[in-house]
Structures are given as C-alpha cells and as structure tokens.
C-alpha cells in the first residue's frame, strides 16, 4: 500500500513498518543531494528515481577477507534506518551475510540473478582478495574469492570497493600480507570495469547511500578523484573541516592521552592524529546520526580510509601534513594594499608561524607546493 497519494512517490506502507517514514526518506534524498554537491532541490529527483519499483538495480555482494564490519555498520545506522532504506532502494539478489538460503540454493540464485542482469547489476565487493598460493586463503562454496570476482565483474555494470579491504587490501594486507591480500581495483586493473572505491574502516554508511542514490537517479557513477573515491566524499582532508584546526593553527597540542590539553580539546596530531593525510568527510558527515566521530571522542584519526596510512603507518607516528599555510595566491595582497588587507596577511601569517612552530619535523608541509591547486 502507498504511504500517500503522490503520484511521484511509491514509497510504500511497509517500508514505514520497516522504520523509514516518507518524511524521513524525503529528508535522506535532500540530504544526499547537499552531500554530493547538489542542490538541496534535487531531493524530489532523487526520491522519485529511488522508488521506481521498475529501476531497482539488482546487486550481488560478494565477501572476501573481511570482518563483515562494513555490513554491521550499514545495518546498524539509524534514524531513519539506512539499510531498511537500502534493501528497499536495492534488489540485494545475494550477499553471504544476508542470504536467507544458504549452501546450493544461494550459490544457485547468485548464479540465476548474474545470467539474468547481465550488464545490468552492481557488483558490491568486502573484503580483500587473497592472491597468494592460487588465492586459497579465501573460499566460497569450494572455490577461491579471486575466481568467483573474475568471473563475476566483467558481467557488472559497476563495481562498489566498500570499506578499505576491498579497496586498498585494508588489516589482512598489513605486513607482512602472509595471504597477498590485494584490492579489487588491482585485480581488475586494465579490464575496463568501472570500479568505485568507497574506503573506511568502516565506511561511512551515507557515502554508499549516496553512491547509489546517484547511480538510480543518474544512471552513472558520481564524478571520482584518482584512486576511484567519489569526489563528493573523499574531495577534502579531514584536517580541512576539523573542529580542533583551531587548536592546531595556534599550536595548542595534546601531548599525552589523559594530559591538560587532551581534556581541553587541544589538536591530537602529536598523539599520531592522521586527519592531515586523510580525505574523507568524517569531520562532516560523522557517524551514526548522532554526530559523533574518533576526532570528538578523543582520538586520533588513524588514517583508516586512506591508502596506505590506515594499517599501514605506525599508529602514533606524526602524519605528513600536507598544508601547512594557505596557498599563497589567497593570502597575496589585493591590487589596493589597504589596512585590510595588511590585516588579513598578519593574521594569515601568524596561523602558519603558529603551525609551523610546533610542526614535527620534516613531516609538515613537504607537499604544500604540490597541493597548491586543491
Ligand atoms: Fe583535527 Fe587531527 Fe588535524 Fe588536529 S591534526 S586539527 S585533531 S584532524
Ligand atoms: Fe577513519 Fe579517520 Fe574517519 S580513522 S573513520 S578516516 S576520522
């Protein structure tokens, strides 16, 4: 049954039993749309691509070497419930962790499903993939996660990496990778596949939400940066929108877990804070509806999303900051040198003194000149 009498809206009863009302969902759309860089009036596009029953896009998700995090973090959002929304935007054909059959039956279905959408399908990937010794370190139904994604992608329209196995070989690929834990963009490098990576440890739930939504609605992938994250997500360093940059600029630091600064809120780059190096909108976007995030728990960004950082550096080690002041053409003084102007490059000036009297060394702004275009 319909939840209203909107001709644009099929969004039914029991999606609303399910625990998303039309406001809530109308109110995800909107969302979504200011998320990705759109106006928030592209939030009607959205909902309507997103509940016309005839464009669910069928998704096959596959698992590789990986906790089954990503799901949980996804099932587990709320307010409006993001995976109710999800399996009602989605046709989820297959996925080992939700499956109702099992064994045959599934391995049967997944089989059925991929034939039948050929071309068509998603093809969500969790998970690194074993390469070493033939990929035998990760089986299912008998045979190797590296077979089963060979054959598998190439009938994809679109490959989804969710989380950082899946797409940069995340904790199984941390030193010594006794198995050759490998990302999927790797595998199926110069295939042609378009492959999307949406990294996290986990991944934040609205970035794949929003993904998809963009996938229905435009029937293409959002606009990706060079290591395939959508650029509406992955565009800007943590460090950008942090709210202790305050502390950082002015060289306020906590030097210890537990000391004066880290009870007043103080920057946590000492204590290995990798916001610096990391792109991703956790300080934006936060977690779990109710604006949380490591940074404003008291702890370090370890860099989780980002490739070779996260399970990679050491854990409190300094990251590499790769802006240290402004890019000079926004701090050069305007054509008329008034008052202002000298104001404002004063007080430019004393930021990055403030920065750059506590940088850790050479770790600070080896790649300002480089980034300058960002
Ligand atoms: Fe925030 Fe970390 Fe940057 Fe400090 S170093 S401002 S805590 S992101
Ligand atoms: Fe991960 Fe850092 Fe965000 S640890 S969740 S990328 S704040």
Same mark, same amino acid.
């Given at each position: 049954m319909k939840c209203c009498d909107s001709t644009h809206c099929d969004f039914t009863q029991e999606s609303i039993a399910g625990g998303v009302s039309r406001r809530d969902f109308m109110k995800v759309c909107s969302a979504a749309a200011v998320y990705m860089g *759109?106006? %928030? #009036? /592209?939030g009607p596009t959205i909902a309507e691509a997103a509940t016309t029953a005839a464009r669910r896009p069928p998704v096959i998700w596959l698992s590789g070497q990986e906790c089954t995090g990503c799901t949980e973090s996804l099932l587990r959002a709320s307010h409006p419930s993001i995976g109710t929304l999800l399996l009602d935007l989605i046709s989820l054909d297959y996925s080992e962790t939700l499956n109702t059959g099992a064994g045959h039956q599934a391995e049967e279905f997944r089989a059925k499903s991929i034939e039948e959408n050929t071309g068509k399908f998603i093809l969500v990937c969790e998970g690194s993939i074993p390469v070493k010794d033939g990929g035998i370190y990760c089986k299912v139904a008998g045979r190797t996660a590296l077979e089963i994604l060979k054959e598998t992608a190439p009938k994809a329209a679109a490959v989804i990496s969710f989380g950082s196995c899946a797409a940069w070989g995340g904790v199984p690929s941390a030193d010594p990778n006794p198995t050759g834990a490998t990302p999927v963009y790797k595998i199926l490098e110069g295939t042609g596949i378009p492959v999307v990576n949406i990294p996290g440890c986990p991944p934040n739930p609205y970035n794949f939400l929003s993904t998809v939504l963009y996938y229905v609605t435009f029937k293409k992938l959002p606009e990706l940066d060079d290591k395939l994250r959508p650029k509406f997500a992955y $565009?800007? *360093?943590?460090h950008e929108n942090c709210e202790r940059r305050p502390h950082f600029d002015a060289g306020r630091f906590a030097e210890k877990f537990g000391d004066e600064g880290h009870r007043k809120g103080y920057c946590l780059y000492k204590l290995g804070c990798k916001g610096p190096e990391t792109y991703n909108n956790c300080s934006t976007l936060r977690f779990n509806d109710v604006g949380t995030w490591p940074v404003n728990t008291?702890?370090? +960004? /370890? $860099? +989780? #999303? %980002?490739e070779g950082v996260g399970f990679k550096a050491p854990l409190h080690s300094p990251a590499e900051v790769l802006y240290v002041t402004p890019p000079a053409e926004f701090v050069s003084a305007p054509p008329e040198k008034g008052k202002g102007a000298s104001a404002l490059a004063a007080a430019v000036g004393g930021a990055a003194v403030g920065a750059a009297a506590v940088a850790v060394g050479s770790n600070l702004g080896k790649k300002d000149q480089d980034n300058k275009e960002n």
């Open positions: *759109l106006s %928030e #009036s /592209f $565009g800007r *360093l943590i008291g702890h370090p +960004c /370890f $860099g +989780c #999303s %980002e």
